[in-house]
């Protein structure tokens, strides 16, 4: 059958690999000139910029690395250790590893009690039932207990571990408040630690996308074609993109959810239209900062993660790209990749967020010269916050969407090219088997009363 699939970052890249494998006839729209959406790769001056994700996370990330074995480049992505320090507000410089939580507890700032109080945390944690998938809403959802993670944090790791060891953790990964974020996801992420593993596409994330629609069958992709209209047609839909119609069986919507829902406003419920549109987006900005030549070679990490007791931070982390992906930068560059945190925004011009951004990086990793380029990535709605309640709210409208419409995004569980991936290939799934006669049973996480009135 054919069927439409609205949007080519990862998610829809994924539910078009699905549904192409599944022997359905596809066709891919995407409004930019390439896939990627929030993760595609700007090339400027050399350079090889990441407009968004950072990393993949190994076993952490199971469907995507399942995918990319499929398409048999799995082996092709470049590891990175993610040697990190933390600099203190005295610029006291404290040395850990991104992705070993066990190397934070050799902060000197943590007493014996910290690192007891987190020991006996830890342990909890490790006997406690907690998500088995952190990227399936409906699993998150049956154990968001309502709380947020800096209020568990506080009350189970003491306020110097918040400070030291979530704080620059989270403000890094998602570069908002620990106070905006519910418990599921970081918990079920803290869980499987041990699994974690840093790697990067030797063209950069947005390679991803551009892997699973290569590798995608009997798809047809539509670059530089925004799709204006969406109209159910009795028992089919049709899609207006490229200055005309196109009819489809079904659809996979794999956009941001306030897109989705303006597309699909006449034919879907005022409460599933409200649910969508009221989808918490923040913004959020990083800074690319491009040097011919590396001013600092030597450096011994790879990360800075700014910290401090109690004080508001504008940077999050700061990333020597060259160590993190090394086909970012011709030879001999460097780029430092600034990522600010979201709160200070809205107090923030361009030219404020450029000007902390080169300050920030000489803090971090000593004077250089002026460089290249500084390039600014500013998004009004940047990534999306899953705060309590709110995996039940999304996954209430999954079996509330019209017959054959299925939709996919990160905003289902928390931002990520896995959260993104999982979402297209589970609508892809569903979408299937809506078209051939064989749909799964609707999931029991969540019912209508759970939407808005």
Known sequence: MKVIVIGGGPAGCAAAYTLGKQGHEVMLFEAADKVGGRTKQLHRDGFNLGTGALFLMGGIYPRTFA????????????????????????????????????????????????????????????????????????????YDTKEDLESWSRRNLGDRAHEYIVRPIMDFLYAVPASWLS???????????????????????????EWLVAGARNTTVRLATAV?????????????????????????LATESFVAARLMAGFIDQRVYTTLMETPYTEYAHVQIG????????????IVMPVGYGETRNIGAMVLQSRRHPGSVPPGGEAVGVYFNTPPLAHLSDDDIRREAVEGAMRAFGPAPEPSFVHLFRYEKGLTIAGPGHYERLEAIYDKMPP??????????????????????????????????????????????????
């Open 291 to 302: 040097y011919a030549k590396n001013p600092w070679p030597n450096y011994p990490v790879d």
């Open 183 to 209: 418990l599921p996801f970081p918990l079920s992420i803290i869980k499987q630690a041990n699994k974690m593993a840093l790697s990067v596409p030797p063209e950069g994330i947005g390679q991803v996308s």
């Open 67 to 142: 995918l990319l074995r499929e398409l048999g480049v799995a082996d092709k992505v470049v590891p990175w250790a993610g040697a990190a320090e933390l600099q203190d507000n005295d610029d006291a410089r404290y040395r850990v590893s991104f992705v070993n939580l066990l190397s934070y507890l050799k902060i000197p700032t943590l007493t014996f009690g910290d690192r007891l109080k987190i020991a006996s945390a830890g342990l909890r944690l490790l006997l406690s039932r907690q998500a088995a998938n952190p990227f399936d809403s409906a699993d998150l959802a049956r």
């Open 228 to 252: 204006d209209e969406v109209e159910r047609r009795g028992e089919r839909y049709a899609v207006f993109a490229g200055g005309e119609w196109h009819e489809a069986d079904g659809l996979v």
């Open 404 to 453: 054959r419409v299925c939709l996919a995004g990160d905003y289902f569980s928390q931002a990520g090219v896995e959260a993104a991936v999982f979402s297209g290939e589970r609508a892809a799934l569903k979408l299937d088997g809506a078209l051939n006669g064989t749909a799964p049973k609707k999931r029991s996480a969540a019912t209508m009363d759970l939407l808005p009135s």
